[in-house]
């Protein structure tokens, strides 16, 4: 990956060019043979059929049976465990999974930041190699916008998280912390949202503080933009463990004992929130992401609240990760029943054995839950508008900054239907990965 910007870039700056490849599907129900698509300072200047304009005497690179989509965009993930060889096993389910993560986390305090730092940029260069221009990212602790202004576009959603008492005017360190560091990350230019992690991990006060504090982070980009539009999302996963009903609902279960082992169970009952709650909760902020929501057809009351927000909510479904730790795939038809955007995620390398977000889609399809098409869908225009960036990024339109991602099928598609199958295909490679008409992986061969 190469962030930077740099003379090799093909139409950055003041370059133009023009692509040519066999199938160009800028968007959504769209779809162009022998296409042609010129790009000019790292926007989208034309897209057609057949011969480019002859009039232009433009560099142009002939990419043969190449397949041209909008940059993947991968809605959920944690760069942070990006540098583990294989996930944490999974036997035991999130409860176990999370006891594991804990024990790895207090390792990591000792041996200092590097190697999270590192990890971070692993993450982030694995997910450009493999078609990503875009991530939403949770983010457990302080990461230098330097490392985080390279390679795709971020969403940095800061977490927060507590059981411990709440007083009223009175502010946990770790939180004010976290709330200062998404202003830093703002002030920096990253675009920044804020996540209560789970229903079983965070309290009710916290998330309403957190949506508080997203409206004035707001009201801080949009200062900072000169009254420009600023969206600050919400994004939380729930429902992720058929564990989390007892603890909800009653303070009791697996995940009560593994608090109680780990120290972290306070003396006074913490006022944990069911649910529901939590998704009115998302969908007052200026957007809501629901991650996971694995057992939520489960909770007809959350399922109707859901359905009644939709057009301020998405779900993000993480598929090999949902398998691995619920043993099922996410509920993508109940989400569709409820007219949800639904869009794609990796989760971190913590539960998945790498950032692949075409193979996520491939989870999905050879299971016969979605078609390639759907999917395509996922991980372009719903991730975009998930993530708040649906004016930069997720289609290919004159205007818009070049955000592409060139493949190479196997076999050489010849029709709309097996172009679209060729994204997600094992044996596509992926050629090259563009962000605003710059190489963030792979290269234009001439
Ligand atoms: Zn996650």
């Not at 971020?154 to 004010?176: K, N």
């Not at 675009?191 to 503080?209: C, D, E």
């Not at 409820?338 to 050879?366: H, Y």
Request: hydrophobic share 45%; net charge positive; aromatic share 4%.
């Amino acid at each position: 990956m190469n962030g930077q910007r740099s003379p090799a870039s093909p139409c950055d700056g003041h370059r133009s060019l023009i692509l040519r490849a066999r199938w160009l599907l800028p968007e959504t129900g769209r779809a162009i043979e022998h296409a042609w698509l010129r790009c000019s300072r790292g926007r989208v200047t034309g897209i057609g059929s057949g011969r480019p304009p002859a009039a232009e005497r433009l560099r142009q690179i002939d990419l043969g049976e190449a397949v041209i989509t909008p940059g993947l965009i991968n809605a959920h993930t944690h760069l942070e465990f990006s540098a583990l060889k294989e996930p944490f096993p999974a036997i035991g389910g999130l409860v176990s999974w999370i006891e594991q993560v804990i024990a790895w986390r207090q390792q990591q305090l000792v041996r200092g930041t590097g190697g999270r730092l590192s990890a971070i940029r692993r993450g982030l260069e694995e997910s450009a190699a493999d078609g990503v221009v875009a991530v939403g990212e949770i983010a457990t602790d302080c990461v230098p916008a330097a490392i985080l202004s390279q390679g795709p576009r971020l969403r940095v959603f800061r977490e927060l998280l507590g059981l411990g008492p709440m007083q009223a005017g009175y502010l946990p360190p770790h939180i004010t912390v976290t709330l200062r560091d998404a202003q830093r990350l703002s002030r920096a230019g990253i675009a920044i949202g804020l996540s209560p992690h789970a229903p079983y991990s965070t309290q009710w006060p916290l998330g309403q503080l957190a949506l508080r504090a997203a409206r004035q982070l707001r009201q801080l980009v949009r200062s900072q933009t000169g009254g420009g539009r600023a969206i600050i999302p919400l994004a939380m996963h729930l429902a992720e463990s058929v564990d989390e009903a007892s603890l909800l609902t009653e303070q009791t279960g697996p995940f009560r004992d593994l608090f109680q082992r780990l120290g972290v169970w306070p003396k006074q009952p913490p006022e944990l929130a069911r649910t529901a709650h939590w998704v009115s909760l998302l969908a007052r902020a200026d957007r809501g992401l629901v991650i996971h929501g694995t057992h939520l057809p489960d909770d007809p009351i959350a399922m109707a609240r859901l359905r009644r927000h939709r057009h301020r909510l998405a779900v993000a479904v993480c598929p090999r990760t949902t398998l691995a730790l619920a043993g099922r795939l996410p509920p993508v038809a109940a989400f569709q029943a409820a007219g949800l955007r639904i869009c794609l995620g990796t989760d971190g390398r913590g539960s998945n054995p790498d950032l692949s977000l075409r193979a996520e889609a491939r989870c999905l399809i050879e299971a016969g839950v979605v078609s390639p098409a759907e999917a395509l869908v996922m991980v372009t225009r719903n991730a975009a508008w998930a993530l708040g960036f649906e004016h930069k990024t997720g289609r290919i339109a004159v205007g818009r900054p070049a955000d592409l991602v060139v493949l190479r099928p196997g076999e050489a598609p010849s029709t709309v239907g097996a172009a679209t199958a060729a994204v997600f295909a094992a044996d596509t490679e992926v050629v090259a990965t563009l962000r605003g008409g710059r190489p963030i992986a792979g290269r234009l061969t001439t």
